[in-house]
DNA sequence: TGTAAATGATAGTATTACTATGTCATTAAA
DNA sequence: TTTAATGACATAGTAATACTATCATTTACA
């Protein structure tokens, strides 16, 4: 039995649904191959083309431009993201061992989920350190924002907010502390492999040792009396 | 008497010098304006040349390209900044109170110093928190670090990393809290104004909220037994 | 006053980011 | 069964971007 995993994306994200055409498919893994290996600045829809056998035509009839290919993308993996938190801490009574396992899936590489076959989810966990805020750094997040084109990332942030308010109601700051957690992860990655001066880590390159960190700041901060 | 503050760059940022001609002044003034304007994706030297009278070549004399001229005013910017933070903490003895007024600096939108005639400091920051991160999340970070083009960033990170170590010597994560403080007080900016949802200060938009939450975050981390 | 540095003017190239139009295959109605 | 509509993709453009090269002119200053 073949299972398929859906995440439902914002129909603005696109002007064609990639998921529905092989073509499609194929725009989006090749996409996420093509910016991990050259950086987004770098990538262009022709030299996408060119990787997938089709043309720049063809890559403009899904996608407006490849802004919003990134910001497709980046809205996948928060989609799946909250998927993965939801699940993996449905079952779990704590908050505080909740809030610890929302940590560890956001902070953490995790391996390609077979069940989404044109999305290789441990390289755009790469891309979403190196290139994920680029998506709303711009002169138009506003009106992106207006369209919800972030509203994956807010709803995890929303769900991470919420269960921090589970684990102290008193706590001030749940949504400011939440969208750190969630920066702090990628940042500290970029660093750790890039600029290893400006982390605790460097020589370590283990993603546990930012989990340590990021642990260690978040709870002192809530379970302060 | 006149006096002007000359921030000391790192030779391999430009190709010759702005800060020893108009042209080379104009040019930093200007491009400062236009980024904070249309931001940096739709920043051409083009655009630049029209606006200070010159010409695209004359522009290029300076800079190889518009991601070096980036780099410089960002570290230009962390090199102003270190020099504040240092003269406005050098004659306080409690390292908790350095810390906050570190905190201050970096998290405050400071008026524009007359001292630099061709800089204007208030703008600068806003550039930093929209654009700021761009200057190193590329595929050529490394070699860039190797021509230590990201030097006053690090020494401002190690600035602060001393100062939390006074406060806390056996704080485990000096650099990477003194990273993300410099993070967070950016990207808490930008959500503040762009993405309010994301953060706890949505509505007041007072810069003095983002300082209470990451003094708040700093001080429970470097204050646990 | 001479000379080097700085600037200005002009032109040109390759690539990027896009648009407009045309063709072909499939499906759907007449 | 023909005809019309639709969707998928190719071809061929254009305007802007990101440079490089050359040469003339102005300015600084020794």
Redesign the pocket.
């Known amino acids: 039995m073949e299972i398929e995993l859906q995440i439902k994306m914002n129909e603005k994200l696109f002007l ?1 649904n990639p998921e ?5 498919k194929k725009i989006i893994r090749h996409s996420i191959q093509l910016i991990n290996k050259s950086g987004f ?7 996408l ?1 060119e990787e997938i ?6 890559v ?2 899904y996608f ?4 919003r290919l990134l910001i497709y993308i980046t809205a996948w993996y928060w989609g799946w993201l909250e998927y993965r938190v939801v699940i993996n801490t449905s079952n779990i009574q704590d908050p505080k061992v909740k809030l610890r396992k929302a940590i560890q899936l956001l902070a953490t590489t995790i391996e390609d989920d077979i069940r989404t076959s044109y999305v290789d989810e441990s390289i755009l966990h790469q891309i979403i350190i190196a290139e994920g805020t680029k998506a709303y750094l711009t002169k138009h997040v506003s009106e992106d924002n207006k369209d919800r084109l972030f509203k994956p990332y807010k709803d995890l942030c929303a769900k991470i907010g919420d269960i921090i308010l589970e684990c102290n109601p008193k706590y001030k700051y749940p949504k400011s502390l939440s969208s750190t957690i969630i920066e702090v992860a990628h940042f500290q990655n970029f660093f750790m492999k890039n600029l290893p001066s400006l982390t605790d880590f460097g020589n370590s390159k283990d993603e546990s040792a930012i989990v340590s960190f990021i642990e260690d700041l978040v709870f002192s901060a809530i379970n302060k009396d």
């Open positions: 064609k529905q055409t092989e073509l499609g600045e770098s990538f262009t829809f022709k030299k083309a056998g089709s043309t720049e035509a063809g403009y009839r407006e431009n490849k802004h």
